[in-house]
């Protein structure tokens, strides 16, 4: 398994990335959940990031390489690894595909979570009510959004000109949106567990 998810906040991103890696016994490596480790922990990246996250702005590119690179090649030794939020700037693609090349482990797939604006804020305000989570404010969120559209767009660019690019519904139960994933991805999954 070495697939990409991407899409939008809210997508699903980080739910269809859990239930897939689960079901494979692969690696989730959320970027955004990392960062949010690092700033409940207080380490130093953590303090130099708290505020872009609270903010919606993308965290540095070298702050982010740095920390997900290594995880990602080392991940990719085993049974593999479902990214989750990373890369999303063209620098983060390009570097990633290099150093994943070079491990001999270069992503097979990259799958497009789609949903519409008002389901995305209205995911992301119903978890900002139950979790907190700092960036899931109406304002916030708007941001994020408008990032998405600028950062992320050519990544998935450069991904649909290499070939590797699935668009697939991010509307439905989650259990509905995993079998979608996994029938996306072919010639990564022999078997698509009940
Ligand atoms: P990150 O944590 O990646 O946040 P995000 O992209 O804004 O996406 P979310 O985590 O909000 O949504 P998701 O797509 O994972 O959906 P989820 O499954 O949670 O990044 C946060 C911040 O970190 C960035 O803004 C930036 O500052 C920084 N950062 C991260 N990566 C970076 C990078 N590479 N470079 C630079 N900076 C970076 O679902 C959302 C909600 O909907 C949940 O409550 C979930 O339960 C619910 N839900 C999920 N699926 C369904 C469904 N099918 N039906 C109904 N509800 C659903
Ligand atoms: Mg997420």
């Known amino acids: ?6 899409g939008a906040p809210g997508s699903g991103k980080g739910t269809q990335g859990a239930r897939i890696a689960a079901l494979y016994g692969a690696t989730h490596l959320s970027t955004g959940d990392l960062l949010r480790r690092e700033v409940a922990a207080g380490t130093a990246i953590g303090r130099q990031v708290r505020d872009l996250l609270a903010a919606g ?11 997900l690179l290594p995880v990602a090649v080392a991940a990719a030794d085993g049974a593999g690894y479902v990214l989750d939020g990373f890369p999303r700037t063209l620098d983060q693609a390009v570097a990633l595909d290099a150093e994943l090349e070079d491990a001999g482990c270069a992503l097979r797939r990259v799958v497009q979570l789609d949903a519409p604006r008002r389901h995305l804020i209205a995911r992301m305000l119903r978890r900002g009510a139950d979790e907190g989570r700092s960036d899931d404010t109406v304002e916030v969120i ?3 959004l408008d990032v ?24 439905g139960t ?4 995993t079998r979608d994933v996994l029938a996306a991805l072919p010639d990564l999954v ?3 567990p009940a």
């Open 174 to 177: 989650p259990a509905a949106v």
């Open 148 to 171: 998405y559209d600028t950062a992320t767009a050519p990544v998935i660019d450069h991904y649909r000109a290499a070939g590797l690019l699935r668009l697939v519904d991010g509307v």
């Open 190 to 192: 022999r078997t698509v």
């Open 1 to 6: 398994m070495r697939l990409l998810l991407i």
């Open 57 to 67: 702005e993308l965290v540095p590119d070298e702050i982010v390489l740095r920390l």
């Open 142 to 144: 708007r941001r994020r």
